[in-house]
């Protein structure tokens, strides 16, 4: 079945810590997009990618960091430049030109 | 820029109801609308969407939605609701100019009264 793979569904870290989620897709789909969501705050858009090696920061990219080295895998890495990084995280990917998304299960990051 | 309204935060519908979600988008073409719906701890899943032709859609989950552009909305709506149906439901737009960043609601919380 094509999907779209995140990993690990939980995760906690310590403070000062960086941590990195995974995203991988086997639905051959060009676009990619990492998503912040808190309670109440609707879905905030981190980093995006529409080819491969090639990424945009979105509306909120400030200390996170993403790669596209592949087209399947679109990482992001939470570093201890966020500030207040325990939240819910999303993982997407598109045909591209439409807005229409598949989203990843989540992976819920709790910062001790 | 587009941009989308959800004006409800929560609605409460008793099961076997029926339930209207309301959608106002700003947009200055017709686009691309979606209705996303998710569970607690799981990510979003498609209910329907439009691109063109005829204005009312018919998704999964026995969910309809209508766009009526006079009024700039894409309502999404089911004629008898199921417990199960108690999530969080997202309405979307994606640009018609090949955009790949869709616009989101903020989402409305749909609680259901046994």
């Known amino acids: 079945d094509g999907g779209i793979t995140q990993s690990p569904k939980y995760l906690f870290r310590k403070e000062g810590q960086n941590v990195t989620l995974s995203c991988e897709q086997n639905?051959?789909?060009?676009?990619m997009y990492w998503y912040r969501q808190d309670p109440g705050q609707g879905l905030r858009l981190i980093y995006y990618s529409q080819i491969v090696n090639d990424f945009q920061k979105g509306d909120i990219a400030e200390g996170y960091s993403v790669s596209r080295e592949k087209k399947e895998s679109f990482p992001l890495t939470v570093t201890s430049a966020q500030k207040n990084p325990t939240a819910f995280y999303l993982c997407?990917?598109?045909?591209?030109?439409?807005?229409?998304?598949?989203f990843g299960e989540g992976s819920r990051l709790t910062v001790l | 820029a587009q941009s989308v309204t959800q004006p409800d935060i929560h609605i409460t519908v008793s099961e076997g109801a029926s339930l209207e979600l309301r959608c106002n988008y700003s947009?200055?073409?017709?686009?691309?609308l979606f209705w996303y719906v998710q569970s607690p701890g799981q990510g979003l899943q498609l209910l329907l969407k439009y691109f063109s032709g005829d204005t009312l859609v018919q998704g999964i989950k026995g969910f309809e939605a209508e766009f009526k552009r006079s009024q700039s909305s894409f309502n999404l709506r089911k004629p008898s609701v199921h417990w199960s149906d108690a999530a969080e439901y997202f309405c979307?737009?994606?640009?018609?100019?090949?955009?790949?960043?869709?616009?989101f609601g903020r989402g409305t919380s749909l609680i259901v009264h046994p």
């Open positions: 639905l051959n789909h060009d676009a």
């Open positions: 947009y200055g073409a017709t686009p691309y």
């Open positions: 979307a737009v994606g640009a018609t100019g090949g955009s790949y960043i869709p616009t």
């Open positions: 997407a990917s598109s045909i591209g030109g439409t807005g229409e998304l598949f």
